[in-house]
């Protein structure tokens, strides 16, 4: 199982991102697909979530009218389209499959490699 993720970078303030993250070996139709951060020197925390049974959609409250998840089945790729981007977004993003979303780290069974983003100007 490999998840690959990608698309971070540097934005200004107030700009956006499309993240992507590509699934090999693992079906969307029975796995969670969740974007998760990390700051220096902070937790990792969930930031957005996709269900695969009914394809319902959580996001923390910090990025609620903001982000956007979804997922491309025909591609077996998840997207993080991040809009009005702030400072307080700069972290490494990654994504990380598990048979339902949740807010625990420990409770995803696959994890992708990191995709920086960084919000400055």
């Known amino acids: 199982v490999q998840l690959q993720a990608s698309g971070g970078g540097l934005v200004q303030p107030g700009g956006s991102l499309r993240l992507s993250c590509a699934a090999s070996?693992?079906?969307?139709?029975?796995?969670?697909i969740a974007w998760f951060r990390q700051a220096p020197g902070k937790e990792r925390e969930g930031v957005a979530c996709v269900r695969s049974i009914d394809d319902s959609t959580y996001y923390t409250d910090s990025v609620k009218g903001r982000f956007t998840i979804s997922k491309d089945n025909a591609e077996n790729t998840v997207y993080l389209r991040m809009n009005s981007l702030k400072p307080e977004d700069t972290a490494v993003y990654y994504c990380?499959?598990?048979?339902?979303?949740?807010?625990?780290?420990?409770?995803?069974?696959?994890w992708g490699q990191g995709t920086q983003v960084t919000v400055s100007s």
């Open positions: 070996a693992i079906n969307l139709d029975y796995y969670a």
């Open positions: 990380a499959a598990s048979t339902d979303c949740t807010r625990r780290p420990a409770k995803m069974v696959y």
